[in-house]
């Protein structure tokens, strides 16, 4: 049964323009992108990209329709099935309950130079590894809105990643995973997108289940970072808030349907509280609803320390990690070990 465009959450002046272009009904706009639907019915961009959302989750198309059809004990099958992504540090994929998420949404929230991006650029490469060698053998699209990603740290990432596989080779099995698994196509299976401001990602992520529907093998979608176009030129703070609970949502239902992980980088920000300042994450404690999990990445004196402060499953954990020439890594045991105890001693000596 066809929908008239009436029926859809848009203001009577957006209505008025999509019926007087010619568009009577959901079904006439399904196929249409948010450039076109903005050329045909004289609507800014972001009109025509909250249009095509409307239609997606009102008008019976996109992911919607397919996660509203699962039942309980689909999704608790799908629940045990997901696997998830490893980090390359042992501690935090223990903290995290094996790795990323697959399925889920996960916010990296922390201040410039933490090693936020150097992290999503690890599970880019990590998400690859075969699963011979405990890995998904998945795909990424990289959705990049600051211009912090960097190809020749990619490279070397990457090939710390087939280095360590190499070296675990017993089977014949890894022996032929190896053979597919090289610096080279690790970046043709990192699908790259730049956005400049936040109706080109909104627009982005509209044409994305496209995308992931001829490209079944993504398990992983980054955006790096969630917070830098919401930030910009934002004079209305209910807008910028209805935009984000609608991009919340989609991110949500892309997680569910396409089976992958979404990973979410966010700013710092201060606000004050009983008259001290303190630094808490960038877009709103409303947005903070919104991901599964957090982790907040921050510095303790020189040691980075990551601590997941919401999840479902294991709030309240911390670990130490380090930024190395092959990527995230833990850190050395026994220098670990050595900073505790000099924390300890300066505790006790008064430094």
Same mark, same amino acid.
């Given at each position: 049964?066809?929908?008239? *465009?009436?029926?859809?959450?848009?203001?009577?002046?957006?209505?008025?323009?999509?019926?007087?272009?010619?568009?009577?009904?959901? &079904?006439?706009?399904?196929?249409?992108?948010?450039?076109?639907?903005?050329?045909?019915?004289?609507?800014?961009?972001?009109?025509?990209?909250?249009?095509?959302?409307? *239609?997606?989750?009102?008008?019976?198309?996109?992911?919607?329709?397919?996660? @509203?059809?699962?039942?309980?004990?689909?999704?608790?099958?799908?629940?045990?099935?997901?696997?998830?992504?490893?980090?390359?540090?042992?501690?935090?994929?223990?903290?995290?309950?094996?790795?990323?998420?697959?399925?889920?949404?996960?916010?990296? $929230?922390?201040?410039?130079?933490?090693?936020?991006?150097?992290? $999503?650029?690890?599970?880019? *490469?990590?998400?690859?590894?075969?699963?011979?060698?405990?890995?998904?053998?998945?795909?990424?699209?990289?959705?990049?809105?600051?211009?912090?990603?960097?190809?020749?740290?990619?490279?070397?990432?990457?090939?710390?990643?087939?280095?360590? $596989? @190499?070296?675990?080779?017993?089977?014949?099995?890894?022996?032929?995973? =190896?053979?597919?698994?090289?610096?080279?196509?690790?970046?043709? &299976?990192?699908?790259?997108?730049?956005?400049?401001?936040?109706?080109?990602?909104?627009?982005?992520?509209?044409?994305?289940?496209?995308?992931?529907?001829?490209?079944?093998?993504?398990?992983?979608?980054?955006?790096? @970072?969630?917070?830098?176009?919401?930030?910009?030129?934002?004079?209305?703070?209910?807008?910028?808030?209805?935009?984000? &609970?609608?991009?919340?949502?989609?991110?949500?239902?892309?997680?569910?349907?396409?089976? =992958?992980?979404?990973? =979410?980088?966010?700013?710092?920000?201060?606000?004050?509280?009983?008259?001290?300042?303190?630094?808490?994450?960038?877009?709103?404690?409303?947005?903070?609803?919104?991901?599964?999990?957090?982790?907040?990445?921050?510095?303790?004196?020189?040691?980075?320390?990551?601590?997941?402060?919401?999840?479902?499953?294991?709030?309240?954990?911390?670990?130490?990690?380090?930024?190395?020439?092959?990527?995230?890594?833990?850190?050395?045991?026994?220098?670990?070990?050595?900073?505790?105890?000099?924390?300890?001693?300066?505790?006790?000596?008064?430094?």
């Amino acid at each position: 049964m066809q929908r008239s *465009v009436f029926s859809l959450s848009l203001s009577p002046s957006v209505k008025r323009k999509l019926v007087n272009a010619g568009f009577q009904f959901t &079904n006439d706009l399904l196929h249409l992108k948010p450039v076109q639907l903005s050329k045909e019915a004289t609507l800014s961009q972001l009109e025509a990209l909250e249009v095509l959302q409307a *239609v997606r989750k009102e008008g019976g198309g996109g992911d919607a329709g397919a996660s @509203s059809s699962l039942t309980a004990l689909d999704l608790l099958q799908k629940e045990q099935d997901l696997r998830r992504i490893v980090t390359f540090s042992s501690q935090l994929d223990a903290a995290l309950g094996g790795g990323l998420p697959v399925g889920k949404t996960t916010e990296i $929230c922390g201040a410039p130079g933490v090693g936020k991006t150097q992290l $999503c650029l690890q599970l880019a *490469v990590d998400v690859q590894v075969p699963q011979c060698f405990g890995g998904i053998g998945g795909q990424v699209v990289y959705i990049d809105t600051e211009g912090s990603f960097l190809l020749q740290r990619v490279v070397d990432i990457a090939t710390a990643a087939v280095q360590h $596989c @190499s070296l675990l080779v017993e089977d014949d099995e890894q022996r032929v995973a =190896m053979t597919t698994f090289t610096v080279e196509t690790i970046l043709s &299976n990192t699908f790259l997108v730049r956005c400049h401001d936040y109706v080109e990602l909104l627009a982005e992520l509209h044409l994305l289940p496209d995308f992931l529907s001829d490209h079944p093998r993504v398990r992983l979608l980054v955006i790096d @970072s969630v917070a830098f176009p919401f930030r910009q030129h934002f004079e209305d703070l209910s807008q910028r808030t209805r935009l984000l &609970n609608g991009l919340a949502q989609q991110l949500i239902a892309m997680a569910t349907s396409h089976n =992958m992980a979404v990973l =979410m980088t966010n700013q710092m920000t201060t606000r004050l509280r009983g008259g001290q300042s303190q630094q808490v994450p960038a877009l709103g404690e409303t947005w903070g609803h919104a991901p599964t999990s957090r982790l907040l990445l921050h510095w303790a004196g020189s040691r980075r320390l990551a601590a997941i402060f919401k999840s479902p499953d294991h709030t309240g954990a911390t670990v130490q990690y380090q930024i190395t020439s092959e990527g995230f890594r833990d850190i050395d045991q026994s220098e670990q070990t050595h900073t505790v105890q000099s924390t300890a001693s300066q505790r006790d000596t008064g430094h």
